[in-house]
């Protein structure tokens, strides 16, 4: 092959449910998943279930106010125990089977007759629980037996894109308000749209309101992928608004080389954090199948900013736009995948080549 070209991986990749179910278990079920906003359970019995992998995790907060995972699964015949996205309980989970009930930290608390049955242990029978972690007021769990370095694999992911380990500390992520939430139901393979997030190959074509903001991705250039580097607002640009109108204050921690400045990190697998001077946006992906990720994306502001209640439409709405531009552009190639032309995959232009690095580690991943 030509030396600018190198391979994709091979279309059966974006399409085969087997491939699918290695990379549920050696992927999602092996790494650190951002699951939930930590403020989406604030309280006591708050809970949401996400499906992660193979397996529905019920992340929940205990009288203490820890947050708790659990598999979804009652001990006893293995009824789902909640089948709510999200909901509430006063201080208990029951399986609405036959009654078996759990407390907030997962202990078997009561079941019918259990006092008849001396020699059940409460202790054994609890759910089994899932190890947590929260970072940038999110709640990431992992299934592995065994979870790899947090520090190593999340916040290194964040620490080697921006090149110093307080560069993320100073956007104060972990305080910031939801401003607002948007649900995208894409048609279209996981990893296709990482691959599109790693490479701005695209972005004169189908960004036009990005690139009015960013003038540098208009040059096609990755330049978003240099170490520390993070692509600087045009000349005339006053925020990262739809139209380059001005947008908030500057998040207050920031130092003065992050201002007029935008960037993007992915944190492997499912994680996309971008940060601008006045907000941060965090987008989550849930592989729900080969074909399908429902991308649930939160715009994070200072808590002045949306206690104040100032309009945060237009400051939403540009990266709202890149979604769909985006998305759009993965669904386009989600149907490809199946054909005969891509059997042996397509190519990647220099720019797109860290892109491959991303397949090796898939690979890797996959081999076990
Ligand atoms: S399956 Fe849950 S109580 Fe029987
Ligand atoms: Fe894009």
Known sequence: ????????????????????????????EALWFCAVRGADIPAPG???????????????????????????????RGARLCTEESGSVRRSFQCPYHAWTYDLDGRLIAAPNLTSMPDVDRAEFGLRTVPVREWLGYVWVCLADEPPSFADTVIGAVTERLGAADAIEAYGTESLALGRRVTYDV????????ENFMECYHCATIHPELTEVLPEFADGYAAQYYVGHGAEFG?????????????????SGLAAGQD????????RPQVFVNLVPDHVIVHRMFPLAADRTV???????????????????????????????????????QPAMSSRSYADGGVLVPSEHHIGEFHDWLLKRLAG
């Not at 070209?5 to 699918?20: K, N, Q």
């Not at 502001?301 to 993965?330: K, M, T, W």
Request: proline residues 2%.
């Open 1 to 28: 092959m030509t030396a600018s070209l190198i391979s994709t991986l091979p279309g059966r990749y974006y399409t085969d449910p087997a491939i699918f179910a290695r990379e549920q278990e050696n992927v999602f």
């Open 295 to 333: 991308v649930e994306c939160d715009w994070l502001y200072s808590p002045e900013v949306i206690g104040s209640g100032r309009d945060i439409s237009r400051s939403v709405e540009l990266f709202h736009r890149v979604n769909e531009q985006d998305f759009a552009a993965c669904e386009r190639c």
């Open 260 to 267: 007029r400045r935008y960037y993007a990190i992915t944190v």
């Open 187 to 194: 048609r279209a393979n996981w990893k296709l749209i990482i």
């Open 46 to 76: 708050d809970y949401r279930t996400v499906q992660i992998g193979r397996e529905s995790v019920l992340v929940s907060r205990s009288r203490s106010g820890t947050v708790r995972a659990f598999l979804n699964v009652c001990r006893h």
């Open 235 to 251: 000349e005339d640009v006053r925020g990262f608004t739809v139209d380059g109108g001005e947008g908030f204050g500057t998040l």
